[in-house]
């Protein structure tokens, strides 16, 4: 039931009232004549109706009036509604006013309950008329009864129905924030219900307020269940508080903090290097593990958990296990402790096994691998290096990286053994003996092989014979005819080649290897064939800036400068073109061969001319003769026959300056 379908219980007393003497009236005229009513009177009509009271404010009691009949009050109608004149209606409305109490907006006051109903709670609070307050707002007050005084704020002294509207939730509201921000003020520590869960924590009443607990605060240690806390009765700080939105903010972290905070102090004050204490493993990272030591917290690096070398410190200790260790070292000021859990054992070198010697083969695992070798954990504590002209009795370079993988394991026979320095060295090629004892014999020099190309460089190919033999082919060693800028154009590693032992250094335990030398030199069998003055066709596979590498018969390569690349027509070949080359140096030492393309149309143009210039000759001979022979026939010359005669000599001499 709503406010506006409720009477105030003065209006329900008031109509009452009224219903009484109106029924006394009634009694006291039973019998009586029925008399017309007169009209009222212009000033009855223009007053306004006025309810009559049953306070003390009525002019008369009830029972003289009934008592004295002609005393009757004949203006109360049939509605029993009286007619006051104006003065009358000030002064009563003055005395009913001073009745009441005077309030305004958002006061907090005490309230009597003076009815329940099934929705609401009726409260009078001393005002013109009583208040309803949801029953919903006494839900924490189940007891709730008529008489009991209650604490409520007045929301509206009237809302647009008339009616007085009061709030004992938002009392309960104002009273508990004033009650917070004491507390965040004094410190003091209070007690909270966890009602529910929200996003990044738990929502907590406090005084009737909901106020806010961040996942961080609720414990030290990390909180990734909420629920457990929902339904609980726990105690808090009030830590931050919002005056413009009235939000607050607890934490229980902060007692438990303080209370560490002393726990911590205790201990620290006790502390000694080389303490052993109990700690409980709270947390784990990549560089070591936080103990909690009973309210303060210590460090286990990884370095000091295990003698022998560990990648994650997961792998020796686990979350919530509870560990001896030992006090390292503290700092008061920073308030740090360093443990120790491999120092409660003796070292492993202090310790070292019988089977652990010089001479004896052991079995490692790679814990480590660096360029110049890998280490071996023979046991944990105990390792040993492997260098890495250990590895194989070859003398070639060797990459520890790539010939080691982290844990794997390898057998290797101890060399060295330095128990003061903790030092072990050892070597996985003198488990088998040194193929380079019988090197000449099984290898000697101008005998064929197979071997398995192991790395190339620039100036040269490594081969393996068998593991620890192998030598080098050097780049000009590769091919007769053939030049490379660099051996990766002719074989790749992992291919298999076919070597002849040139040279054996057994000291330095080296293998001069020669590849082309399986075949005769071609330069000397082709000497005669690519003669200077040979003509031979080719192909120009290759130009750069000072010429051109010409492809010719029987895989030979030549040489033609850019100056001999001119072609008759004045232009100049191209790569992939193909013509005819001249021989013009032919050197089997340095396997060179110089050609050229102009010297052939150069020297065809030049015997052309010369062929000119005999026959001219000839003919020039011929016509002299002819002249001499007339000359000598003709005694005398006229002097027609000498002009005749200057011209044919004019003649000759311009065919002989040609």
Do not use: C
């Not at 924490?140 to 009237?158: F, H, Q, R, S, Y």
């Not at 691998?369 to 890495?388: N, S």
Request: proline share 3%.
């Amino acid at each position: 039931m709503s406010e506006n379908n409720i009477p105030n219980a003065n209006a329900d007393a008031q109509e009452s009232a009224e219903s009484a003497i109106a029924e006394e009236a009634t009694a006291a005229t039973t019998n009586a004549p029925v008399t017309e009513e007169a009209p009222a009177s212009e000033e009855t009509t223009t007053q306004p109706v006025i309810e009559s009271s049953v306070t003390e404010t009525l002019p008369q009691p009830v029972e003289e009036k009934i008592a004295a009949h002609d005393d009757f009050d004949w203006s109360v109608d049939k509605r029993n509604v009286t007619h006051y004149s104006q003065d009358e209606k000030e002064k009563y409305d003055k005395v009913y006013e001073n009745t009441f109490v005077t309030i305004e907006d958002g006061e907090i006051v005490n309230g009597n309950v003076v009815a329940l109903t099934k929705t609401d709670v009726v409260v009078n609070i001393g005002f013109k008329s009583d208040g309803l307050v949801s029953s919903n707002e006494f839900r924490d007050n189940p007891g709730l009864k008529v008489g009991d005084i209650v604490e409520v704020m007045v929301v509206e002294k009237e809302d647009r129905d008339g009616n007085l509207h009061l709030s004992r939730k938002q009392a309960r509201v104002f009273r508990a924030w004033e009650r917070i921000v004491e507390v965040h003020k004094t410190g003091e520590v209070v007690t909270g219900f966890v009602t529910s869960k929200t996003k990044g924590g738990l929502i907590v009443d406090v005084f009737g307020l909901e106020t806010f607990l961040p996942g961080s605060q609720i414990d030290v240690k990390p909180v990734t269940d909420y629920d457990q806390f929902v339904g609980k009765t726990m105690e808090f700080k009030v830590v931050k508080i919002n005056e413009a939105i009235k939000n607050a903010v607890v934490s229980h972290k902060a007692l438990i903090e303080s209370d560490i905070e002393a726990q911590r102090a205790e201990i620290i004050s006790k502390l000694e290097k080389g303490q052993v204490l109990e700690g409980t493993v709270k947390n784990i990272t990549d560089f070591g593990a936080f103990m909690d030591l009973g309210g303060l917290d210590g460090l286990l690096y990884i370095t000091d958990i295990s003698w022998g070398r560990i990648s994650h410190p997961s792998e020796v200790v686990k979350m919530d296990q509870k560990l001896q260790v030992v006090v390292l070292d503290f700092d008061d000021d920073k308030k740090r402790i360093s443990l120790g859990l491999k120092q409660l054992t003796p070292h492993p070198w202090d310790v070292l096994p019988e089977f652990i010697h010089e001479g004896a083969i052991v079995k490692g695992r790679v814990v480590n691998i660096e360029d110049y070798g890998a280490f071996l954990e023979i046991l944990p504590g105990i390792e040993g290096l492997v260098h890495v002209s250990e590895i194989t009795w070859a003398n070639t370079p060797i990459n520890a990286k790539e010939f080691f993988k982290l844990g794997d394991e390898h057998e290797a026979k101890v060399v060295t053994l330095d128990k003061e320095s903790r030092k072990m060295s050892l070597s996985i090629k003198q488990l088998t003996e040194d193929p380079w004892n019988n090197i000449e014999t099984k290898y000697p020099e101008g005998s064929r092989h197979k071997g398995v190309v192991k790395n190339i460089t620039p100036y040269g190919v490594f081969v393996e014979l068998e593991p620890g033999i192998g030598g080098m082919i050097h780049i000009s060693d590769l091919s007769w005819l053939k030049r490379f800028n660099h051996p990766g154009e002719y074989t790749k590693t992992g291919e298999e080649i076919d070597v002849l032992i040139m040279a054996i250094d057994k000291e330095n335990r080296k293998l001069q290897l020669g590849h082309k030398q399986l075949e005769e030199d071609p330069w000397t069998a082709l000497q005669d064939t690519f003669a200077v003055g040979s003509v031979h066709e080719g192909t120009i596979i290759r130009k750069d800036d000072r010429g051109a590498i010409v492809q010719l018969p029987y895989g030979l390569e030549g040489f033609a400068p850019n100056r001999h690349l001119i072609k008759e027509d004045g232009k100049s070949l191209v790569a992939d073109e193909t013509a005819a080359f001249m021989v013009i140096e032919f050197d089997r030492n340095e396997k060179r061969i110089l050609v050229s393309h102009t010297k052939i149309w150069e020297q065809a143009k030049a015997a052309q001319q010369e062929t000119a210039k005999k026959e001219a000759r000839a003919e020039s001979e011929k016509t002299r003769k002819t002249v001499k022979n007339i000359q000598n026939k003709v005694e005398k010359a006229t002097l027609g026959d000498l002009s005749a005669l200057a011209e044919i000599k004019e003649k000759l001499k311009k065919e002989e300056e040609k």
